[in-house]
């Protein structure tokens, strides 16, 4: 199963709400660490895809020229 942009965001979302909602510090400590774990996924995802992304317009434009 691979990961996307939209649900990693999502359940970033999630955590963040659910340490918004936390009454304990530990729970609040734990959902803003899933919360930062998440985002850091969700930036990877993005940055492989904008990655991606420029190699094939790379590979188009030295078609295009060739």
Do not use: P
């Not at 340490?19 to 609040?28: I, P, Q, T, Y």
């Not at 919360?35 to 993005?46: D, N, S, V, Y």
Request: charged share 40%; proline share 0%.
């Amino acid at each position: 199963m691979s990961l996307s942009l939209e649900f990693c965001e999502m359940r970033a979302g999630e955590c963040a709400d659910a340490a918004d909602a936390a009454m304990l510090d530990n729970v609040r400590d734990r959902e803003r660490r899933s919360e930062a774990a998440w985002r850091a996924l969700a930036t990877q995802i993005k940055a492989v895809r904008d990655g991606r992304k420029a190699l094939e317009d790379a590979r188009a434009a030295a078609e295009e020229a060739a």
